[in-house]
């Protein structure tokens, strides 16, 4: 295993835009992780995640794990950036750039990152705020579409770790919202969920994750994407929903059954 850290996958924003590579000595294939934090903090490896990512490269998976720029935070956010912001006039930005980032960082994968790691099969997956990005990268295609990729065809699977398929809560906070409110506008995976999905035999994989004692509304959200995604023709042997009995919103992120779970996934 060879681990290598920020490696800049976008040169005009050098602070934020870094990444990580676990390289296996033989890469079959490659996950692409998305951190949570509500899109206000966070960071690409943490002692919770970084077990995850050093079991799947003992079993053959390239893991790229990423950071992003951030939104602006508010007076009540929980977990506020620290005060090193370790870019400084890169953060503060609006959405979708934190989306459009991520973007460029699967890009940067099938480019870049395969001189490190030449994977078969590339899958991406978030937790919590990156769950949600990852709904997008996938539900709203323009965002590959961007670099050339179909974010259908050319992504193996997509993890929804307790994502949040409406708009996201953070936004609605920035605007003075209650941000527990149920909206569905542009700025939600579900709005693009509008019709019938075709050459559903191209169609990635898809695993949810929630907490037994998820955020507010969190599960039945989730519940709900799925059941549209699956009205709506997405097949059902490529849809699995998993719940972590025993636990609050993300905090499983190092229990040995999600590890197994995800591994069993992505391999």
Not at 4 to 18: A, F, L, S, T
Not at 221 to 248: A, D, S, V, W
Request: hydrophobic residues 35%; glycine residues 8%.
């Amino acid at each position: 295993m060879e681990i290598i850290k920020d490696i800049i996958y976008n040169e005009e924003v050098p602070g934020m835009c870094r990444l990580d590579v676990y390289k296996p000595d033989e890469v079959k294939n490659a996950y692409l992780y998305i951190h949570g934090g509500g899109n206000t903090h966070g960071d690409k490896c943490t002692e919770r995640t970084e077990p995850l990512f050093k079991d799947l490269c003992e079993n053959g998976t390239f893991v790229i794990s990423v950071n992003y720029r951030f939104m602006k935070v508010t007076d009540h956010d929980i977990a506020p950036r620290k005060g090193d912001d370790p870019a400084p006039g890169e953060n503060d930005i609006d959405y979708p750039v934190f989306i459009e980032d991520c973007a460029k960082a699967v890009n940067w994968a099938f480019t870049s990152g395969k001189k490190y790691g030449d994977f078969k099969k590339l899958y991406i997956g978030g937790s919590s705020a990156g769950g949600y990005i990852t709904m997008m990268l996938h539900l709203n295609p323009s965002y590959l579409r961007a670099y050339g990729l179909d974010s259908q065809k050319d992504i193996a699977g997509y993890i929804y770790d307790a994502g949040q398929p409406t708009t996201h809560f953070h936004m609605l906070e920035l605007e003075g919202e209650y941000p527990h409110r149920v909206l569905i506008d542009e700025r939600a995976p579900m709005w693009y969920l509008k019709k019938p999905f075709e050459d559903t035999e191209y169609l990635p994989e898809v695993k949810f994750f929630v907490a037994e004692d998820d955020m507010l509304n969190r599960v039945k959200q989730n519940e709900l994407m799925k059941e549209i995604m699956l009205n709506f023709g997405y097949p059902k042997e490529k849809i699995t929903f998993h719940q972590m009995m025993g636990y609050r919103h993300c905090k499983y992120l190092n229990d040995p059954e999600y590890i197994r779970l995800t591994r069993e996934f992505v391999g």
